[in-house]
């Protein structure tokens, strides 16, 4: 299909070669949602995991409270994408509660148009996917957390190393799988995402927050470009894949090493 011209409706579809993937090079629409793609991908990766691990470290204390904020945190993880979206759309506003808050706390000054200014449309986008997963990374986080046993502790207390050296030398290196899984998932979601940017913003404004996803969906149904779209979806495809294997690969090779 990529290799033809058909625009999804014609009964006639005609042999192109490789024009499709070659406009694509050309193609300023492309370029920039692939840009942002990237940026979204390793944003969501950085800060999402690096929160949960902290949250995980967090709830892994002997604090009372600490079931309920288990819960707490973890309850953004399991809402529906686009119900998520569609909430903070509201709430980010110019006359939504997010400004609200900001307006009751400070100066007026401080409020902004989140998801309608193009210089911070995306990172809103990002902190809303960054809200609803950090639970997630935090619960696979704990999960290592607490497979760690307890000797291991003590024997590294005997040993001397308190505080952040035995976070460094102890704790992070038994958090290889966990910090391997967390990674993985988080690149993945990051590069395929479709759903949060699709209600929030629909790519807006401009092509401000346009993926790879959004752009694939435009030309299939909105610009009756199906061909054009596949050869998108098979580019996409192809990055899912090398930065997935990619990182899984140098990842295991990291645990392997640790062992």
Not at 68 to 89: D, G, I, N, Q, S
Not at 235 to 257: D, H, K, M, P
């Amino acid at each position: 299909m990529a290799l033809t011209d058909w625009d999804g409706l014609s009964p006639t579809r005609n042999f192109v070669g490789l024009s499709n993937f070659r406009e694509m090079l050309e193609d300023p629409a492309a370029l920039g949602a692939l840009r942002q793609t990237l940026i979204i991908a390793v944003a969501v990766t950085v800060i999402q995991n690096a929160l949960g691990l902290l949250l995980a470290l967090g709830v892994h204390s002997r604090i009372k409270s600490r079931n309920v904020l288990r819960v707490f945190l973890f309850a953004p993880a399991v809402m529906t994408p686009v119900v998520t979206a569609a909430l903070w759309k509201y709430m980010l506003a110019p006359d939504g509660a997010v400004n609200g808050l900001i307006a009751a706390l400070g100066p007026d000054s401080w409020r902004r148009n989140w998801l309608g200014d193009p210089t911070l449309a995306l990172w809103s986008v990002i902190g809303v996917i960054v809200w609803q997963f950090a639970g997630y990374s935090m619960v696979i986080f704990l999960a290592g957390l607490q497979s760690i046993p307890q000797e291991v502790h003590e024997a590294a207390a005997m040993d001397g190393a308190t505080g952040w050296s035995r976070f460094r030398h102890v704790v992070l290196p038994l958090l290889a799988p966990a910090m391997t899984i967390n990674l993985m998932l988080s690149i993945i979601g990051g590069l395929k995402l479709f759903d949060q940017v699709w209600v929030m913003t629909g790519g807006g404004p401009g092509t401000s927050t346009e993926t790879l996803s959004t752009l694939i969906y435009k030309n299939a149904f909105q610009f009756n470009e199906y061909a054009y779209s596949v050869a998108l979806a098979i580019v996409l495809t192809v990055f899912v894949a090398i930065f997935s294997g990619g990182q899984y690969g140098l990842l295991r090779r990291r645990e392997r090493a640790i062992r």
